[in-house]
Every structure is written in C-alpha cells, then in structure tokens.
Nanobody, 115 residues
C-alpha cells in the first residue's frame, strides 16, 4: 500500500523559510515522478513544483527563484525548500507520486504565512 506523509508545515512570518518533507512508503520511490501541489481556501489545487524520476525539475512561475524541490531516493523522501515566503503562499501543501498514470497523494500539511 502506497503511503505519502507530508511534514514541516507551520506558521511563518513573511520573508521567512520552511522546508516541507514528503516521506513515501510502499512504492519503488525512484520510479516515480514526484510533485508538490497546494490549495488555498476557496481556490483550486495548483501545481507548485515537479521533480521527475530523472531529477529534472519544473516550477510554477509564482515560486520560481524562491522554492527548491529535491529528492533523496535512498530515503524515499522529497523536499520543498521554501524561502522568501509571502502571504499568498498560504495553503495546504500536498505531495503527489505518479507512475504509469497512477497518482498517489499525501494528506497535506498547512503552511501559513502571516505577521
């Protein structure tokens, strides 16, 4: 059974930093393209960043230069380093694993950017 567990969310002031972690189990992690999504209240879920099984990365324009996605396959773990956080980054952040059009989601972690 595939399980993804996010952690690292919390309350941070504007301009601050957080690192989110997504820990996977029950899957051959290095086969999967991994991504971070977020959903703010009243808004649709949106893609934040992707890291493929070959470690190619792509980012939403709104986070380019501020967020960095990475993975450590030996630890079945993906990260999202978030710097220069803004109030508009406030959302629930989800990780997703995709392989052969099969998607698995974590339960989400809340990030709140506020003074």
């Amino acid at each position: 059974q595939v399980q993804l567990v996010e952690s690292g969310g919390g309350l941070v002031q504007p301009g601050g930093s957080l690192r989110l972690t997504c820990a996977g189990s029950g899957l051959t992690f290095n086969w999967y393209d991994m991504s971070w999504y977020r959903q703010a209240p009243g808004k649709e879920r949106e893609l934040v960043a992707v890291i493929t099984s070959l470690s190619s990365t792509n980012y939403a324009d709104s986070v380019k230069g501020r967020f960095t996605i990475s993975r450590v396959n030996a630890k079945n773990t993906m990260y999202l380093q978030m710097n220069s956080l803004k109030p508009e980054d406030t959302a629930v952040y989800y990780c997703k694993a995709r392989f052969n059009r099969n998607d698995y989601w974590g339960q989400g972690t809340q990030v709140t950017v506020s003074s």
